[in-house]
């Protein structure tokens, strides 16, 4: 786990913004859940022979001996709460979230034990023009973002029906070719044989790309879904890709599955999955409801984002104001305070705590302030300020203290 620090929280308020603004055009609800769930809640969910029951899940007997956990993702819980509250049956809702979710798995790059996602939800239709507005979703996310290096490919696992059918000729086939599965894949062999095929190990690539194709065994509307998913698509210009070995790990999946993946953040390559799951709200308690989502990874994406988009962070100052002298402090405290009910929005930072001149203009300059305003003795006496302009070249300028918020947005827009 790791701390988000002051120099870098611009860039998570940056795309945290970015989505709000999105989501808030599609027409999504925020929702926000508690962190602590009942630990059954993801058993019935996730499942309980998959590695995040089995292995990654940080679970707890809190002090009345209930069984609690830190929530390894967000969609168990949306559906909790939708059920909890009568926002799912017979209705339609179209809901977003982020938040810190918690596995304990291997870190590596992107990949922490406390991570956040952001989730998108949508219960209550069952046709696949949904389905491509998420997609289109995440396409506006990159193009915003200013991201081009993200591809997208598409699978349907079909119905429960059609998958059981086709588990059965591939634990078959696998089991013929036993020798050749590494301990992952013989450990999932009998829980979970779907998740084989979306192995990473190269040894197994071979043996899978031989394996019996689920699309030889879907039922027919999947097969209708999914052909129309591509035509809308196919309309709207998105670029995707068909790949036959897209699976998802948990077991409340069907139907239409996607990622968005790219190749610049090495093995972990996923930057958002989803796909459908309408049987989960049935599944766990509530009346049969179709349902599709998807889940990005935040600080993949800002890994990403670090490689492109330099521009992301964001100065902490508009406007960096300076006392000179103990005398003035108190004037400078006002102004300020004036400055900000003026000019709304306006990011101005008072300089606190002593110090000499140029280690003062070192932390105005450091801030990314535009401009530093300095209130001195003298300007202290004729109720003006002394403007040095930061950012560009131009002799500074004495203003009466009155008529400083009418330059302010000439000042912003010149930087």
Known sequence: MHDVLPDESPRWQALEAVVAQTMLQYGYSEIRMPLVESTDLFCRSIGEVTDIVEKEMYTFDDRNGDKLTLRPE????CVRAGIQHGLLHNQVQRLWYNGPMFRHERPQKGRYRQFHQFGVEVYGIDTPDIDAELILIGARLWQRLGLKDIRLEINTLGSSA???????????????????????????????PLRILDSKNPQMKALLVQAPALNDYLDTESSDQFALLQSYLDNTGIAYTINQRLVRGLDYYGKTVFEWVTDQLGAQGTVCAGGRYDGLVQQLGGKQTPAIGFALGVERLLALLEQVQSDVVQRTADCFLIPLGADSIAAALLLAENLREQCDGLKIVMHCGGGSVKSKMKKADKSGAVVALILGEQEL?????????LRQHAPQICLKQSDISRHIDEWLQTE
């Not at 967000?74 to 819980?77: C, I, N, Y």
């Not at 036993?178 to 979970?192: A, F, G, H, V």
Request: a positive charge; charged letters at 30%.
């Open 162 to 192: 059609a998958r059981e059918q086709y588990k059965t000729v591939l634990v078959d086939y696998l089991q013929a070719h036993r020798e050749q599965l590494d301990n992952d894949s013989l450990r999932r062999l009998n829980t979970n």
């Open 381 to 389: 006496a004729d109720r003006t300020v002394t403007v040095k302009f």
């Open 74 to 77: 967000g969609t168990a819980s």
